[in-house]
């Protein structure tokens, strides 16, 4: 058993925390929240830094790193902005599910143009009322000649409206058999004729954005249905497993973030005459989440590590996703309670991560579907 990371993967840690301190230092990172402000001098030097291209395969442009430098880089992300990790996983994730599944003209056609920074990449699986039952999705994409039309609408489509955006978009094909062998995964500009695009407005993670997309005949070339037909639900499902290693390590470098400002302002802050993390029980709250910080990267890095040895990491990814996005929301609710009425004004960082954290146990799957799933890898049916 080996608990280190290589030396490569080291100064790649070192580059990464290095950029985002110059190019996002807090002021930029609190710009970014309260204006909603996507990062653009941030993605630019993703690009020129070469981390875009860091987990794909030569052939198609990038630098032939695996799983285990994607969660490297998503950790550090995250522990500036949760947010930030998100403008940057959602386009890695989405392509390297491109680079899985696709045929190999569309490799070589869509993967250069992401890595390159020419595009970016949403995923659009959700609906009104196809949640985390995402089997009940209702937009339909039928064949006519050498075109797709789609009709339907798509909700918290996260990053849709971003300039250059190709919306992963998962829709039926064939409405006569059960989901998992109808749905397919189509690309989609998002400046498509009859693609209708609105924000909404969210409590966190404003700078990324998610959206509201409507689809009214919006007419897409036949090849941009990526792989083969009905084979999308396959595809959303390795996925997913790639979405949820991207954000169970920003989680990780996220709640390590809120813990720090909250041991550094327990360190500082004096309260009848001593430091207030010297009264026991701020003191005993700060080691156990300490301890459930690092046990929630453990979690993350063996669920990445079985991932990056084609072991079957499903079990494992839930487990961390799970536990990493509770231990998450609970650390910067107790940073909160630790930094006092300090940490409730917008001018200290708490109240961000209390705002990020809260949509993670819901989001890329809910901490229910998470414990559904592990309940039944244990032999449990909840249905
Ligand atoms: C900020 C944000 C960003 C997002 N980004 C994206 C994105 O980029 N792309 C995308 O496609 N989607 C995205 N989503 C959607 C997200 O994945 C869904 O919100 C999530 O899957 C839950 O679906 P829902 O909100 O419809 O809740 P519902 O599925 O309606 O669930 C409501 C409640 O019921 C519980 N529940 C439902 N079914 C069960 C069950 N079988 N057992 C036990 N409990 C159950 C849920 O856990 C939850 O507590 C985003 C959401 C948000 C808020």
Redesign the pocket.
Known sequence: MDFEFSEEQRILRESVRKMLDRVAPAEYVRRADVEGRYPEELYQAFIDQGLLRMPFPEQYGGLGGGIMDFVVIAEELGRKSYDFLGAYG?CVFNGLNIAHNASEHQKQYWLPKLLSGEIRM?????EPN?????GAMRTVARREGDEWVINGQ???????GIKNNVINLYAKTDTGVPFQKGTSLFLVDNTTPGVRLRKLD?L??RALG?YEVFFDNVRIPADRIVGEPNKGWDYMLSGLQLERIMTTAGYAGAAQDALDQALAYAKERQQFGRPIGTFQTIAHTLADLQTEVDAARLLMLRAAWQLAQGQDALMAISQAKLFGSETYVKVANQGMQIMGGYGYIMEFDMQRHFRDAR?TT????????Q??LIAGRLGLK??
Do not use: H, L, Y
């Not at 196809?130 to 995402?134: E, F, K, L, Q, Y």
């Not at 798509?154 to 849709?160: E, I, L, N, Y």
């Open positions: 959602t949403s995923i659009s699986m959700t196809a949640g985390s039952d995402a798509k909700v918290f489509s996260t990053g849709a969210t966190g993670r998610t949509v819901i989001t890329a799957g809910t901490s229910q579907m414990r559904n909840t249905k």
